[in-house]
């Protein structure tokens, strides 16, 4: 009997599926706190249990409180487990160096991103000396379906289908955000023929977006991009960084380890 929701078979650890849970969740709100009652609604749990749990991961500082101690937003021990998680990385060790020319030569916004269930989690960023933006890209994620990597990732699963990495119902983030099911699979169709995914204005308007997908997986997990303001792409410059892309993607798949298979394939991308 295969445990409920659980295709492995193995049961889930309630209190350990829930500690999970409450840490996504206010992960996910990123510089937003959340009170008890936020929290207790979204995990559909008594607050008693949940201010229980909270009051257990401060103590052990993975949840943080205000100063009066009525709302909650993530703690430092999340930030050392995911630094652990990058250090630990072998694809991003391989990639972080040839994002760093790149971004020297081009001088335009490069990410190294990886997708996870639905969204694309920024491994890494090289932002332009031109125009800085006042946050780290690091560790955010964006739905797969309205980014460049996203969608040159998704378009590696065509043949065995994109509906588990797509949300079942689609926001828009900017009025070019495609989030008809049709008109995004025609999309991801022309996405694998042409062999770069783009995003123009999708996620933030005036800005478009380049990416391919890096190929050391099968299927691909990972993806490199490039961010360029709108008004700034000429039909010259967008030929200038596909082709860098696709210098720096066959240096990655050169030097990248063997492929391990499914059982081996980063967590992260399952």
């Not at 916004?109 to 946050?135: C, M, N, Q, W």
């Amino acid at each position: 009997m295969t445990a409920r929701g659980n295709p492995t078979g193995v049961r889930d650890v309630k209190s350990a599926a829930r500690t999970v849970e409450l840490l996504e969740l206010l992960a996910a709100r990123q510089n937003r706190p959340a009170r008890l009652r936020e929290l207790s609604d979204a995990l559909g749990a008594p607050r008693s249990s949940v201010y229980a749990l909270i009051r257990t991961l401060m103590e052990r500082g993975w949840v943080r409180a205000d100063a009066d101690g009525t709302q909650y937003s993530i703690g430092i021990r999340a930030l050392l487990a995911g630094t652990t998680y990058l250090d630990t990385d072998p694809y991003l060790r391989i990639v972080q160096p040839h994002l760093t020319g790149l971004n020297g030569e081009l001088d335009e916004t490069l990410h190294f991103g990886r997708l996870d269930r639905a969204d694309i989690v920024y491994l890494a960023t090289k932002e332009s000396t031109r125009y800085i933006r006042p946050f780290s890209r690091v560790g955010r994620r964006l739905p797969a379906y309205s980014t460049a990597m996203g969608k040159a990732l998704l378009a590696e699963r065509l043949d065995t289908g994109v509906d588990p990495h797509l949300p079942r119902e689609m926001t828009p983030l900017t009025p070019n955000t495609l989030v008809d099911h049709d008109a995004l699979v025609a999309e991801l169709e022309r996405t694998r023929e042409r062999g770069h995914a783009v995003d123009d204005e999708e996620n933030y308007a005036g800005v478009s977006c380049i990416a391919v997908a890096l190929r050391y997986t099968s299927p691909a997990t990972d993806a490199v991009s490039c961010s360029v303001p709108t008004r700034e792409l000429t039909a010259e410059r967008r030929e200038e960084i596909l082709q860098a892309l696709e210098r720096l993607r066959l240096t990655v798949e050169r030097m990248a380890p063997p492929d391990p298979g499914p059982a081996g394939e980063p967590a992260v991308g399952r």
